[in-house]
């Protein structure tokens, strides 16, 4: 916890100095022009990796970058609730789902029965994530890292396909005022790959 109170300080007399007047113009409103929805992982930084700043990005993390397929419901829903904030109230225009190698949350798309019973939500909240499995286990892939990486870009586009369920969000990328980016984030080389949807592969950003 000191560490973090250091930053706290180190934040104030630094960062927030420099940029004293974007924070005074933020005061009143946000006006974010992407929404990023990104792996909870500790490794992925949606700020540092696209070098934006406070007001630019409205950022949804849960494990796996999971988008639920749209439903009406009376239950509490996180997720589904900030993508609607965001493209109805705060009019995005852009919305990344940005994954990233070596997920957990994939990884344990793959864990026992016994095991993921003893993480009972987590268990609960990848089912999202089933027919993702399913189509990478329709493949025989013998490799470990292979089916690791598959999983985790098949995950992005399957989310991806997700968000065109919200009838605010197909309309919007219907007309055009909405577009939707696929993102694969490899931590160790901080490389980020982008779909290409007119070829089906992740490229290389340059
Ligand atoms: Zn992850």
């Known amino acids: 916890m000191q560490k973090l109170l250091e930053g706290l300080n180190k934040f104030k007399e630094n960062d927030f100095e420099t940029h004293k007047e974007l924070f005074e113009e933020l005061r009143e409103a946000q006006n974010p022009h ?23 990005l409205f950022v949804v993390r849960n494990i796996a970058n999971i988008v639920p397929p749209y439903r009406k419901s009376q239950e509490y829903l996180s997720t589904t609730s900030a993508i609607e904030y965001a493209v109805k109230v705060l009019k995005i225009q852009h919305i990344v789902v940005c994954g990233h190698s070596n997920c957990g949350g994939c990884r344990s798309l793959y864990l ?61 990328y219907t007309e055009k005022t909405l577009s939707i980016y696929g993102w694969y984030y490899m931590i160790e080389t901080g490389e980020v790959y982008i779909y290409n949807k007119q070829n089906g592969l992740f490229e290389l950003s340059n």
């Open 112 to 172: 026992p029965d016994e095991i993921l019973s003893t993480i009972p939500h987590t268990k609960k909240w990848l089912e999202l994530a089933v027919p993702v499995k399913n189509k990478v286990l329709a493949d025989v892939i013998e490799e470990k890292g292979k089916r690791e990486w598959m999983t985790e870009q098949i995950n992005i586009l399957e989310q991806m396909k997700n968000l065109l369920t919200y009838p605010f969000i197909q309309e919007k």
């Open 34 to 56: 992407t929404l990023f929805i990104g792996c909870s992982d500790s490794r992925l930084d949606p700020n540092l990796i696209t070098q934006t700043l406070p007001g630019e």
